[in-house]
């Protein structure tokens, strides 16, 4: 069980930090949506739109850009919120106690620790996949739609959701356990071990999951 008045030292540090990136998400989207408010073709483009097809383009992009701003201020007060009051903390405690009370905990730390910070990805990613879906109905079957750009079937776009759902599950359940091994024998060196480590995972996953696992998939 995690008390969360042991995480409100850290607490703060990682509000500043979340608030940091986000706020300058929002900059960056906030200064590409002015640009598609422009209506003049840029000297250099003049020769390959007209002005019929350019204000299009420009129409199109800012409603896009200006939902996904939408969601990003969402995202941002969601994850505030359920950090600052502790939710994700009174679900790894709900959890812990889950795996107790169903016999689901082991005789040895490592394969505690891997269950229950399975079970809890496995929450995080439905809980983000039941705010998230919406938005990507919204934007598929609304603005693609709206624009003639929409060419996902509602069966389609399910399946591709479970899709994405299962495999996500089978990544994590690579992941976690390789993280926590990790911890669990690095020791003193478990920071820039595991820091080399996920960096590697990361340029793997990048490489290996668009070319090799998603086209089996989709």
């Not at 994700?88 to 040895?108: H, K, M, Q, Y």
């Amino acid at each position: 069980m995690v008390n969360p008045a042991s995480l409100e030292p850290y607490l703060l540090y990682f509000v500043v930090a979340l608030s940091t990136v986000r706020i300058l998400q929002f900059v960056i989207n906030w200064r590409q949506l002015m640009k598609y408010k422009e209506t003049a073709i840029d000297p250099n483009l003049a020769g390959i739109f007209d002005q019929t097809e350019f204000e299009s383009s420009q129409k199109y992009q800012y409603e896009k850009h200006s939902f996904k701003i939408v969601h990003s201020v969402f995202d941002f007060v969601f994850d505030l919120c359920f950090w600052m009051l502790f939710i994700w903390v009174w679900v790894w405690n709900r959890i812990d106690g889950f795996t107790s009370t169903f016999a689901l905990c082991a005789d040895t730390p490592y394969i505690n620790d891997m269950i229950q910070a399975y079970l809890f990805a496995v929450t995080l990613i439905m809980v983000s996949m039941a705010v998230n879906v919406p938005f990507t109905i919204y934007d598929t079957f609304v603005i693609e739609e709206k624009y003639g750009f929409n060419k996902t079937t509602r069966g389609t776009f399910l399946k591709d959701q479970v899709k994405t759902f299962v495999l996500t599950l089978i990544l994590y359940a690579i992941l976690i356990p390789t993280l926590l091994y990790i911890i669990e024998k690095s020791g003193s060196a478990m920071i820039p071990t595991l820091a080399g480590v996920c960096i590697f995972g990361v340029i793997l996953i990048n490489v290996l999951v668009p070319t090799c696992i998603l086209p089996i998939f989709f």
